[in-house]
């Protein structure tokens, strides 16, 4: 596990996992406190593995940010 600082200043615990495969790459984040993946797939390759990784943190702070514009989930789980 990691921690990943975002724009907003919070840092998340992550893992992650990409691989290469004839013609394609994916990358595979987890955000355990947030209860979030991010799951990218390109039909594709760039030179630089990362530079493709890195757009799972994108696509994770737009997520982030809409969850905290939304607040708390309004529906509770019945007992």
Known sequence: MRTHAFEDGR?????????VARGG????ML???E???V???INGRMNVF???G???????SR?????????????TAAK
């Open 25 to 28: 790459q994916n990358w595979l």
């Open 11 to 19: 840092e998340l615990m992550h893992a992650n996992h990409g691989g």
């Open 63 to 75: 997520f982030l940010e809409r969850k905290r514009e939304l607040g708390p989930p309004r529906h």
């Open 35 to 37: 209860e979030m993946a």
């Open 39 to 41: 799951a990218l797939n």
């Open 50 to 52: 990362w530079d493709f």
């Open 31 to 33: 955000f355990p406190e």
């Open 54 to 60: 890195e757009f799972s943190v994108e696509v994770a």
